[in-house]
């Protein structure tokens, strides 16, 4: 039940909201919730695990300077 409830959650809202929304979650509820947030397509995962490695950007990036 724990498991089906979080996946339609999950489908529903993002985790952010949820955090916001309601003051206590318990920790294995959590757990679940973002575990269906996580993209499952192939396609998805790779759209938000791209990473930026042009020198530009590691000049804008908070810390870091390209010498």
């Not at 809202?13 to 318990?26: H, K, S, T």
């Not at 509820?29 to 790779?46: A, G, L």
């Amino acid at each position: 039940l724990l498991d089906i409830a979080a996946r339609k959650v999950a489908e529903k809202w993002p985790f952010q909201q949820v955090e916001e929304r309601f003051e206590r979650i318990p920790e294995p509820v959590q757990r679940k919730i973002v575990y269906w947030s996580f993209p499952r397509s192939e396609r998805e995962i790779c759209m938000y695990s791209s990473f930026n490695t042009s020198a530009e950007d590691l000049a804008t990036a908070p810390g870091g300077a390209v010498a």
